[in-house]
């Protein structure tokens, strides 16, 4: 659906180090999550709830 829609954000893991568990933020910077451990590279992120970030993970497959 993201690609469909001109944009391809990483979703489905973190775009920092590729953990699948505890995706907690959205950098626009970095193009996608982060989890927990890199929350620190993006002083600008915006936090998502669990269930949103399952919900984009759900959109992007």
Known sequence: ???EAGFA???THCV???N???LKA???ANG???C???LHI???KIAIPEKVAKLMALFAG
């Open 16 to 18: 920092s180090c590729g």
């Open 26 to 28: 959205f950098s626009i």
């Open 1 to 3: 659906m993201y690609k």
């Open 20 to 22: 699948r568990q505890d």
């Open 32 to 34: 996608g999550m982060l």
């Open 42 to 44: 993006d002083e600008n």
């Open 9 to 11: 954000p990483v979703v």
């Open 36 to 38: 927990r451990n890199c």
